[in-house]
């Protein structure tokens, strides 16, 4: 049964323009982000192999003496050229100089590129408070809102990062990119008319218990973004370490993101500081649940999975201040956190019958 109440169809068609139009805008800027990576200068390569060499050895690390005669007759010990490789956490290895690569060209596509992912958001932001005005309701009632809405908070969440001057340019690209992978499934496949909520749906609780559930998703897919791009960057730190040779492409790419102990750092950061908001989002479903159905917590799909994700997190925190479980392990918690976030938004909804699927994609 749906609530009767009236729709704004004008209003509706004018939302579903700035999302198409957002869409264009992306776009640009996706395209601005790859010059910004292509015409970035490549001569900085190097800066971390360079750090990798030459150090001292860390304590209980193998080092190798070699004995060299003096015309003199005197034993001389050759200093050691060690190669090590930066803990997870340190700041031994130098950030890469960023997708710009150091160049005034590179910089100037990627200004480019920003200013179009801030234009593309303003415009998709008023998608969604335009298609919250046409039916006068919180703008998440169902998989398509819940997704324009998602996709939004994930910019503005990286933009604010940017305000508060932070180097994260390097999320750019592959923001932008799955913002157009999610808004493209949004406008194909999760495309829902505007309407109203069905009765469970009315309550305030839809501003307080979704709103929060979708800024811990956008936070946690930077921090998941982060994630695997650490997983990249220590491999290729690795490799240098224990002398190996990378690729051209490798060194292009890998160079000019943050160090993998900036990156781990960064992703624990974020993780951490929105994993109590987390907490409190299932805490508010499960008080909204009381007032909807009159249960607490009735082992609804939904629910098992928010708690698994809540695991997933707390596991990985954990991970993180226990010996042994730093680093590569941990990251792999992590992603699996996350993946667990993704099924429980579309695996529950699509494919599991559910109180919280209220009709097909909704």
Same mark, same amino acid.
């Given at each position: 049964?749906?609530?009767a109440?009236?729709?704004n169809e004008?209003l509706?068609r @004018?939302?579903?323009l700035l999302?198409?139009?957002? @869409?264009a805008?992306?776009?640009?800027?996706?395209?601005?982000?790859?010059?910004?990576w292509?015409? /970035?200068?490549?001569s900085k390569? !190097?800066r971390?192999?360079?750090?990798?060499?030459?150090?001292?050895?860390a304590?209980?690390?193998a080092?190798?003496?070699?004995?060299?005669?003096a015309?003199?007759g005197?034993?001389?010990?050759e200093?050691p050229?060690?190669v090590t490789?930066?803990a997870?956490?340190?700041?031994d290895?130098?950030? /890469?100089?960023g997708?710009?690569?150091g160049t005034?060209?590179g910089?100037l596509y990627?200004?480019i590129?920003?200013? &179009?992912?801030?234009?593309?958001f303003l415009?998709?932001?008023? /998608?969604?408070v335009?298609r919250?005005?046409?039916?006068q309701?919180?703008?998440? =009632?169902n @998989?398509?809102e819940?997704?324009?809405?998602f996709?939004t908070?994930?910019?503005?969440?990286y933009l !604010?990062?940017?305000?508060a001057k932070?180097?994260?340019? %390097?999320?750019g690209?592959?923001?932008?990119t799955t913002?157009l992978?999610?808004? =493209?499934?949004?406008?194909t496949? &999760?495309?829902?008319p505007s309407?109203?909520?069905?009765?469970?749906?009315d309550?305030?609780?839809l501003w307080?218990?979704?709103?929060?559930?979708i800024f #811990?998703?956008a936070?946690f897919y930077? !921090?998941?973004t982060?994630?695997?791009?650490?997983?990249f960057?220590?491999s290729?730190?690795?490799k240098l370490?224990t002398?190996?040779?990378? =690729?051209?492409f490798?060194r292009?790419? @890998?160079?000019?993101?943050?160090?993998a102990?900036?990156?781990?750092k960064?992703?624990?950061?974020?993780?951490?500081?929105v994993f109590? &908001? %987390?907490?409190f989002?299932?805490?508010?479903?499960a008080?909204?649940?009381g007032?909807a159905?009159g249960?607490? %917590?009735?082992?609804?799909a939904?629910?098992v999975?928010s708690?698994?994700?809540?695991?997933?997190?707390?596991a990985?925190?954990?991970?993180?201040?226990?010996?042994?479980?730093?680093?590569r392990k941990?990251?792999?918690?992590?992603?699996?956190?996350?993946? #667990?976030?993704?099924f429980?938004?579309?695996?529950?909804n699509i494919?599991?019958n559910?109180?919280h699927s209220?009709a097909?994609?909704?």
């Amino acid at each position: 049964m749906i609530l009767a109440a009236t729709t704004n169809e004008s209003l509706a068609r @004018m939302s579903d323009l700035l999302i198409y139009s957002s @869409m264009a805008v992306y776009t640009l800027a996706f395209f601005a982000h790859i010059a910004e990576w292509v015409l /970035g200068s490549r001569s900085k390569v !190097g800066r971390t192999a360079a750090a990798l060499t030459s150090r001292a050895s860390a304590a209980g690390s193998a080092v190798t003496v070699q004995v060299k005669q003096a015309s003199g007759g005197t034993a001389v010990l050759e200093k050691p050229k060690v190669v090590t490789r930066s803990a997870a956490g340190t700041r031994d290895v130098p950030d /890469g100089p960023g997708a710009a690569g150091g160049t005034a060209k590179g910089d100037l596509y990627g200004r480019i590129a920003v200013s &179009l992912t801030v234009l593309a958001f303003l415009v998709e932001a008023s /998608g969604v408070v335009t298609r919250a005005l046409s039916v006068q309701r919180a703008p998440w =009632g169902n @998989m398509y809102e819940f997704s324009t809405t998602f996709s939004t908070v994930a910019v503005g969440a990286y933009l !604010g990062f940017l305000v508060a001057k932070k180097n994260v340019r %390097w999320l750019g690209l592959p923001l932008v990119t799955t913002v157009l992978l999610d808004l =493209g499934m949004a406008t194909t496949w &999760l495309k829902t008319p505007s309407d109203q909520l069905v009765p469970a749906l009315d309550s305030y609780w839809l501003w307080i218990h979704v709103s929060t559930a979708i800024f #811990c998703g956008a936070v946690f897919y930077l !921090g998941a973004t982060a994630t695997l791009l650490y997983l990249f960057r220590d491999s290729y730190e690795n490799k240098l370490a224990t002398g190996g040779n990378p =690729g051209a492409f490798a060194r292009s790419v @890998m160079e000019r993101l943050p160090s993998a102990a900036s990156l781990d750092k960064f992703s624990y950061r974020v993780n951490a500081a929105v994993f109590p &908001l %987390w907490t409190f989002t299932i805490i508010a479903g499960a008080i909204w649940a009381g007032d909807a159905w009159g249960r607490y %917590w009735g082992w609804d799909a939904k629910e098992v999975w928010s708690f698994i994700t809540w695991v997933g997190y707390a596991a990985y925190l954990h991970a993180r201040a226990t010996a042994g479980w730093k680093g590569r392990k941990a990251a792999y918690i992590a992603l699996i956190a996350f993946g #667990c976030f993704l099924f429980n938004y579309y695996g529950v909804n699509i494919f599991v019958n559910s109180k919280h699927s209220y009709a097909g994609v909704e």
